[in-house]
């Protein structure tokens, strides 16, 4: 059962228009639940707001760059700006020419960001250095590492580039089904190799050439049509180690050795969106609102939470012992590691959480739909 998805939310490779006809909910007109009734703030965690700043509205998916005590990202409009996570202080800013479509990535020297006209542009602080034109739409923020771009296309081609240069240096496509998700995929490294999702894969590749060192299947696309078939890795990836655990779309979570390239363990799961995770414990959110938590030896689940049923939720965030997430209006929700017991919630500007809450130095920082980020700190 399909829910809470917009007739946005999937591409067909090889062709520049957005599959329609899907609706939020399963059935034309229907009705969607009711959010789940939150109740008193049962305030067991002190966290204020310490600073606000505005970088226009996003309506792509923003992945928030952290390096020391900077934060990196970028709006719609093309604005991509670096912030002082203790202040909230502009550290540089650059506007770009285009809409972006995907973005931030960096390592703290260079940013790199894709446009809504399929162009990779690389900056450092001092202003743009080169942009390249790529084969295909770009929904994954690039990934920055040892002076090198990694791009995840939707025509499901990787690609590096040399950050100083902008030179191409290979390139990989892999065969896949006709439909990839209008949102990010998983694309990070792991020690010395280059870990991304190529449908219901995580495969491993050499960063140096492109070559496939490993490849783990997690979910196996079935069913008659090309929706029910599309199982991507979605972004927002759980790393302890060498053991990266990640979600296939509406079908299963499950856990890589990449030092080995095998399965750890698979278990079905029906989310759309990303992981987080510690030692113990593997942490997402269901389609439905359900906050989940599945050990990480293993993928027994050890706790399941309704309370913040059909609230839409995004991917969750590991923080001290609490877990965070965020809503469709805006709040972030701290639930307790060990069951998911609610413990405190902020309010931010009313619009969605649209990027995954990350940590820079000591604050906790959260964009809204409407462009407003927050930094928070504990009391």
């Known amino acids: 059962m399909l829910n809470q998805f917009t007739v946005d939310r999937f591409f067909k490779v090889g062709v520049s228009v957005v599959l329609v006809g899907l609706l939020a909910a399963c059935a034309s007109g229907s009705k969607a639940p009711k959010p789940a009734e939150l109740g008193a703030d049962p305030a067991l965690l002190g966290v204020r707001t310490v600073w606000k700043a505005q970088i226009g509205k996003v309506d792509f998916p923003l992945a928030v760059n952290t390096s020391a005590n900077a934060v990196t990202l970028a709006s719609s409009d093309g604005n991509v700006s670096s912030l002082d996570a203790q202040t909230g202080a502009s550290l540089w800013r650059i506007k770009l020419d285009t809409q972006i479509s995907a973005g931030v990535g960096s390592d703290g020297t260079y940013a790199s960001v894709v446009t809504r006209d399929n162009q990779l542009v690389t900056m450092v602080a001092e202003g743009e250095l080169w942009r390249v034109r790529l084969s295909s739409q770009v929904f994954t923020a690039p990934l920055v590492a040892g002076e090198r771009v990694f791009v995840l296309g939707a025509d499901r081609v990787v690609s590096a580039f040399d950050a100083r240069s902008g030179k191409k240096l290979w390139s990989n496509q892999r065969p896949g089904e006709a439909l990839v998700l209008r949102q990010a995929g998983a694309l990070l490294a792991v020690n010395n190799t280059l870990v991304v999702g190529l449908s219901g894969r995580l495969v491993g590749l050499n960063p140096l050439t492109g070559n496939v060192v490993w490849d783990a299947p997690l979910a196996t696309p079935r069913g008659t049509n090309d929706i029910e078939r ?136 959260a964009v809204t739909r409407n462009g407003t980020v927050f930094g928070f700190q504990p009391e």
């Not at 302890?240 to 390239?261: D, I, K, L």
């Not at 987080?276 to 359900?290: H, L, P, T």
């Open 230 to 365: 599309l199982v991507d890795l979605v972004a927002g990836v759980s790393r302890e180690g060498n053991v990266v655990c990640a979600r296939a779309f509406q079908a299963a979570v499950g856990c890589v050795n990449t030092n080995q390239g095998n399965v750890i363990w698979k278990q079905p799961a029906s989310g759309g969106v990303g992981l987080s995770g510690d030692e113990k414990q593997v942490y997402g959110a269901e389609a439905d609102g359900k906050l989940m938590a599945w050990r990480l030896s293993d993928g027994v689940r050890t706790w399941t939470s309704e309370r913040l049923r059909y609230r839409q939720l995004g991917t969750p965030l590991v923080l001290g012992r609490s877990v965070v997430v965020g809503d469709n209006t805006g709040i972030l929700h701290f639930v307790a590691r060990t069951d998911g017991t609610p413990l405190t919630r902020l309010s931010t500007d009313g619009s969605a959480i649209v990027a995954t809450p990350v940590v820079a130095g000591t604050t906790l920082v």
